[in-house]
């Protein structure tokens, strides 16, 4: 059989990663085992075994959506799914927006893959380009950790005077943070964040619509909201009972900056910022932090969750998990009892919005110089997100097969320029741009050219504190 006929095919991929690998392991020295750093010729495959596999729907990884490119690393694989209808809700939502109709929202959730907003933001870029831009999308207005950033806006604050709420290694109680899994604290008056437009570049230069997040309880302070430099609104966050406060604010669709400033030394907490445009097209919510696992979701506020993921009616929602978790030592069942949770209670909430679980990320340990191995625990965890991904009629996207196979960040982060940065867990810009790419192929393999449900309701004015059910989904 030719590899030529295969484009498209579970088996082609699984030939091009054992080709490939091969090559591998002979220019950098990897290797399974550390005693052993011989090079080997692949051992050939059993295609009747293979076939017989694949009509049996034994996982056999995704196909390739087009040849293995000459002049750069990460194949073009597809999304897996059980129908290949997963990604229907995502696609009637931008056949919306592309007729004027109504916006189509993104929202991803992971760990540093998701919170560097690199191939999240190329994704909002692109499809912002085909489809209108609608805005940024959520993001915290302070910053939590030094290194929070998001493309295509801009965020000062005076970070150290703000305390930062968060789920960390060995937590265990709930805690009463945002739909970004963070909640800002301050205490002292004068302590500030801003959000203002971008100055430079193609991308992000108009916003019309503001919402804060906060958080109202019987001890909360007040804080201005000044917006380009001109107070707009007082906001008392005292309230008789804990609940969450929203603040809306409609401007002219322009640049513009958005500005908060505490006024006491009570406490104000606050959730996050919508940056938004009242027009048709796409939004995308970068929601990452770094060092996290998917198994912290289960300790955010389970009212806090549902009330604001409803909020940003997405129509598709990402899970980008698994990496971190592939150095832990906990048992899997418990992983997968922990990701089943997770994933029920997002389908409980939004059961009509395309579902994706990303992958691990290829993740090898060094165990002497020029000498890696691979880390049998990242190939469970993406069987296990597989199964569950199907099972919830979600989509599934293999980072490791985009990579190349077992121990292909070796080779990423190897070559020139390098697509990983030398720690072998992280991608560079070269490869966070490499993979928005070949997401963004995958997310839109199979839209239709033309065609649409019905116009979504448009956006009204809703006055600052309302009630989550206040607010028409959009």
Not at 45 to 68: F, H, N, T, W, Y
Not at 83 to 105: F, T, W
Not at 190 to 207: C, D, I, K, Q, R
Not at 260 to 284: C, F, H, M, N
């Given at each position: 059989?030719?590899?030529?006929?295969?484009?498209?095919?579970?088996?082609?991929?699984?030939?091009?990663?054992?080709?490939?690998?091969?090559?591998?392991?002979?220019?950098?020295?990897?290797?399974?085992?550390?005693?052993?750093?011989?090079?080997?010729?692949?051992?050939?495959?059993?295609?009747?075994?293979?076939?017989?596999?694949?009509?049996?729907?034994?996982?056999?990884?995704?196909?390739?959506?087009?040849?293995?490119?000459?002049?750069?690393?990460?194949?073009?694989?597809?999304?897996?799914?059980?129908?290949?209808?997963?990604?229907?809700?995502?696609?009637?939502?931008?056949?919306?927006?592309?007729?004027?109709?109504?916006?189509?929202?993104?929202?991803?959730?992971?760990?540093?893959?998701?919170?560097?907003?690199?191939?999240?933001?190329?994704?909002?870029?692109?499809?912002?380009?085909?489809?209108?831009?609608?805005?940024?999308?959520?993001l915290l207005p302070v910053h939590?950790?030094?290194?929070?950033?998001?493309?295509?806006?801009?965020?000062?604050?005076?970070?150290?005077?703000?305390?930062?709420?968060?789920?960390?290694?060995?937590?265990?109680?709930?805690?009463?943070?945002?739909?970004?899994?963070?909640?800002?604290?301050?205490?002292?008056?004068?302590?500030?964040?801003?959000?203002?437009?971008?100055?430079?570049?193609?991308?992000?230069?108009?916003?019309?619509?503001?919402?804060?997040?906060?958080?109202?309880?019987?001890?909360?302070?007040?804080?201005?909201v000044l917006i380009d430099g001109?107070?707009?609104?007082?906001?008392?966050?005292?309230?008789?009972?804990?609940?969450?406060?929203?603040?809306?604010?409609?401007?002219?669709?322009?640049?513009?900056?958005?500005?908060?400033?505490?006024?006491?030394?009570?406490?104000?907490?606050?959730?996050?910022?919508?940056?938004?445009?009242?027009?048709?097209?796409?939004?995308?919510?970068?929601?990452?932090?770094?060092?996290?696992?998917?198994?912290?979701?289960?300790?955010?506020?389970d009212q806090v969750y549902r009330?604001?993921?409803?909020?940003?009616?997405?129509?598709?929602?990402?899970?980008?998990?698994?990496?971190?978790?592939?150095?832990?030592?906990?048992?899997?069942?418990?992983?997968?009892?922990?990701?089943?949770?997770?994933?029920?209670?997002?389908?409980?909430?939004?059961?009509?919005?395309?579902?994706?679980?990303?992958?691990?990320?290829?993740?090898?340990?060094?165990?002497?110089?020029?000498?890696?191995?691979?880390?049998?625990?990242?190939?469970?965890?993406?069987?296990?997100?597989?199964?569950?991904?199907?099972?919830?009629?979600?989509?599934?996207?293999?980072?490791?097969?985009?990579?190349?196979?077992?121990?292909?960040?070796?080779?990423?982060?190897?070559?020139?320029?390098?697509?990983?940065?030398?720690?072998?867990?992280?991608?560079?810009?070269?490869?966070?741009?490499?993979?928005?790419?070949?997401?963004?192929?995958?997310?839109?393999?199979?839209?239709?050219?033309?065609?649409?449900?019905?116009?979504?309701?448009?956006?009204?004015?809703?006055?600052?504190?309302?009630?989550?059910?206040?607010?028409?989904?959009?």
């Amino acid at each position: 059989m030719r590899l030529g006929k295969l484009w498209g095919s579970p088996l082609a991929v699984v030939l091009v990663g054992v080709a490939v690998m091969g090559v591998w392991t002979l220019g950098y020295g990897a290797s399974t085992t550390s005693a052993d750093t011989s090079p080997r010729t692949p051992a050939s495959i059993d295609e009747s075994g293979v076939v017989a596999a694949v009509r049996a729907r034994q996982r056999m990884g995704p196909k390739l959506l087009r040849p293995p490119p000459n002049d750069e690393l990460g194949l073009d694989i597809a999304i897996e799914d059980r129908d290949g209808k997963s990604m229907a809700a995502l696609h009637r939502a931008l056949a919306r927006a592309a007729a004027g109709e109504g916006q189509a929202r993104l929202l991803f959730f992971g760990a540093s893959h998701v919170a560097s907003d690199l191939f999240t933001g190329y994704i909002r870029r692109e499809l912002q380009t085909r489809y209108g831009d609608a805005g940024h999308g959520f993001l915290l207005p302070v910053h939590p950790w030094r290194t929070y950033r998001h493309r295509d806006i801009n965020i000062e604050s005076d970070g150290k005077r703000w305390e930062t709420q968060r789920i960390r290694v060995g937590d265990t109680e709930v805690e009463r943070v945002g739909i970004a899994g963070v909640a800002m604290m301050s205490k002292r008056p004068a302590s500030f964040g801003a959000v203002y437009t971008a100055e430079e570049g193609e991308y992000g230069h108009a916003a019309s619509f503001f919402e804060l997040y906060y958080m109202k309880h019987p001890r909360g302070g007040d804080l201005d909201v000044l917006i380009d430099g001109r107070k707009a609104r007082r906001i008392s966050t005292r309230a008789a009972q804990i609940s969450t406060g929203y603040a809306t604010f409609r401007v002219p669709d322009a640049p513009h900056r958005f500005e908060i400033r505490t006024l006491s030394k009570r406490p104000v907490w606050l959730y996050g910022l919508a940056v938004e445009r009242d027009q048709p097209g796409v939004v995308v919510d970068t929601l990452g932090i770094n060092g996290s696992r998917v198994r912290y979701q289960l300790l955010w506020d389970d009212q806090v969750y549902r009330e604001q993921l409803r909020r940003r009616n997405p129509d598709l929602i990402a899970l980008a998990y698994g990496t971190n978790e592939s150095g832990d030592e906990s048992p899997l069942e418990e992983y997968e009892t922990d990701l089943r949770a997770v994933v029920k209670r997002m389908r409980d909430v939004a059961p009509e919005a395309s579902c994706l679980l990303i992958g691990p990320s290829d993740r090898p340990m060094q165990v002497e110089e020029r000498v890696f191995e691979d880390r049998s625990r990242t190939a469970r965890l993406i069987e296990v997100q597989h199964r569950v991904a199907l099972e919830h009629g979600c989509g599934f996207f293999d980072l490791v097969a985009f990579q190349g196979g077992a121990l292909s960040m070796v080779q990423w982060a190897a070559s020139d320029p390098a697509y990983a940065s030398q720690d072998h867990i992280h991608y560079t810009r070269v490869g966070y741009q490499r993979l928005g790419e070949v997401l963004l192929s995958a997310l839109l393999e199979g839209m239709p050219e033309s065609g649409g449900p019905e116009p979504e309701p448009a956006l009204v004015e809703v006055d600052g504190g309302g009630a989550a059910e206040d607010l028409p989904e959009r």
